[in-house]
């Protein structure tokens, strides 16, 4: 197998040096193991809280063992009844191109009729993330107005067309023309951040919607939160999703300045991890599953080709070089 390392805990934005391509022989599989070829790598945000040495929800990456994030392939060597050459899957074992697994760790694809790749995104972890911010954690009801930040990535994308069409406003914050154009093409109200401080982006999110928001998406954090602060209607509800906007910090942002607007608004503001979610996940692919195979839902796709562009394709989501999910194909 090849598999990418990491020899040391980045600080701040990660040099694209850091990542290490090894090369390892895999030993004879064992009773109750699968061996799969993977065919679609996930790069995700995520990723880089696990790359920064210390357990937050979930443990570091190991220094010099392979770096893990879901993965879709097929399997070509069984030694679990439960699965059998050419079964496609889903698990833990990426940014490798053969993965070796127990398979209570493997599971196989729904059967939706969706590109596998689907269930990486608009159908996996990222589209689920989507349905709970703005289901269960903002509890967003019919004709809400409804702000998302990082608006055409992979979980914001889904959020903004499933908040649409439950009638408000919906304004999505992104970062270049061809993302914001996307978003208009689909009744979203878009607004770029680029070039806007705080001040500015607040204005902005009033013209966009001068009768102010009832659930903030937030993806982002720093002044996308300060601007959404301002434009807060009584009793809305933030689900905080994401704080990309910090991941690569080096040292500890200023909490937003406006924070009271959180007292004077009445509002909430709920913090929640997917995975904590994750016995939804059959209602969310019956609700969501067959809207996106009738292509009701649109979903966008930035696929990097080979193993080796795994670290280039995850670095990507830092600078917004992608459009809806980003994926590595092998
Ligand atoms: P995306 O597909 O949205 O990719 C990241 C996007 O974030 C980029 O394309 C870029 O878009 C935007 N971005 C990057 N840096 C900045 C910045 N400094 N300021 C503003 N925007 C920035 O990724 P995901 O959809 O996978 O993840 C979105 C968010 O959801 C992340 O914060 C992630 O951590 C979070 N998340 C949380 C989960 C949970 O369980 N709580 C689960 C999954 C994801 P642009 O061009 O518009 O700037």
Redesign the pocket.
Same mark, same amino acid.
């Given at each position: 197998t090849r598999y990418y390392t990491i020899t040391d805990y980045p600080k701040g934005t990660p040099e694209r040096d850091l990542f290490t391509l090894r090369e390892e022989a895999l030993s004879e599989l064992g009773e109750g193991e699968v061996r799969i070829r993977n065919r679609w790598l996930s790069v995700?945000?995520?990723m880089r809280g696990r790359m920064s040495g210390a357990k937050t929800y979930i443990d570091p990456f190991e220094l010099n063992e392979p770096l893990q994030g879901a993965a879709v392939g097929e399997v070509i060597e069984s030694r679990d009844s439960r699965f059998k050459t050419g079964d496609k899957v889903r698990h833990m074992g990426g940014w490798r191109d053969i993965a070796q697994l127990s398979g209570d760790q493997v599971e196989p694809l729904p059967s939706i009729d969706v590109p596998e790749q689907a269930y990486l995104g608009v159908l996996g &972890?990222?589209g689920m993330?989507a349905w709970?911010?703005l289901n269960i954690i903002a509890e967003m009801k019919e004709g809400d107005n409804v702000l998302v =930040? +990082?608006? =055409?990535? +992979?979980?914001?994308s889904l959020a903004v067309q499933l908040a649409k069409a439950k009638g408000g406003t919906v304004v999505g @914050? +992104?970062? =270049?023309q061809e #993302?914001l154009d996307w978003l208009e093409a689909r009744g979203v109200k878009a607004v770029s951040?680029k070039g806007k401080d705080a001040e500015q982006l607040t204005k902005a999110l009033k013209e966009a919607c001068p009768d102010g928001f009832d659930v903030y998406y937030e993806?982002?954090g720093?002044d996308?939160l300060v601007a959404a602060l301002n434009n807060l209607n009584v009793g809305a509800r933030i689900a905080v999703?994401? &704080?990309?906007?910090s991941?690569n910090d080096t040292e500890v942002a200023a909490g937003p300045s406006n924070i009271s607007m959180i007292l004077i608004r009445r509002a909430r503001m709920q913090?929640? @991890?997917?995975?904590d979610h994750w016995d939804n996940y059959s209602r969310f692919l019956e609700e969501v599953g067959p809207q996106v195979a009738k292509g009701d839902i649109d979903y966008e796709e930035t696929v990097e080709e080979g193993l080796e562009q795994t670290p280039d394709a995850f670095l990507k989501?830092?600078?917004? +070089?992608? #459009?809806?999910? &980003?994926l590595v194909r092998l």
């Amino acid at each position: 197998t090849r598999y990418y390392t990491i020899t040391d805990y980045p600080k701040g934005t990660p040099e694209r040096d850091l990542f290490t391509l090894r090369e390892e022989a895999l030993s004879e599989l064992g009773e109750g193991e699968v061996r799969i070829r993977n065919r679609w790598l996930s790069v995700d945000p995520y990723m880089r809280g696990r790359m920064s040495g210390a357990k937050t929800y979930i443990d570091p990456f190991e220094l010099n063992e392979p770096l893990q994030g879901a993965a879709v392939g097929e399997v070509i060597e069984s030694r679990d009844s439960r699965f059998k050459t050419g079964d496609k899957v889903r698990h833990m074992g990426g940014w490798r191109d053969i993965a070796q697994l127990s398979g209570d760790q493997v599971e196989p694809l729904p059967s939706i009729d969706v590109p596998e790749q689907a269930y990486l995104g608009v159908l996996g &972890m990222p589209g689920m993330t989507a349905w709970t911010g703005l289901n269960i954690i903002a509890e967003m009801k019919e004709g809400d107005n409804v702000l998302v =930040s +990082a608006a =055409s990535g +992979a979980v914001g994308s889904l959020a903004v067309q499933l908040a649409k069409a439950k009638g408000g406003t919906v304004v999505g @914050i +992104a970062g =270049s023309q061809e #993302k914001l154009d996307w978003l208009e093409a689909r009744g979203v109200k878009a607004v770029s951040y680029k070039g806007k401080d705080a001040e500015q982006l607040t204005k902005a999110l009033k013209e966009a919607c001068p009768d102010g928001f009832d659930v903030y998406y937030e993806n982002v954090g720093g002044d996308c939160l300060v601007a959404a602060l301002n434009n807060l209607n009584v009793g809305a509800r933030i689900a905080v999703c994401g &704080m990309i906007s910090s991941y690569n910090d080096t040292e500890v942002a200023a909490g937003p300045s406006n924070i009271s607007m959180i007292l004077i608004r009445r509002a909430r503001m709920q913090g929640f @991890i997917v995975f904590d979610h994750w016995d939804n996940y059959s209602r969310f692919l019956e609700e969501v599953g067959p809207q996106v195979a009738k292509g009701d839902i649109d979903y966008e796709e930035t696929v990097e080709e080979g193993l080796e562009q795994t670290p280039d394709a995850f670095l990507k989501l830092f600078t917004g +070089a992608n #459009k809806g999910k &980003m994926l590595v194909r092998l």
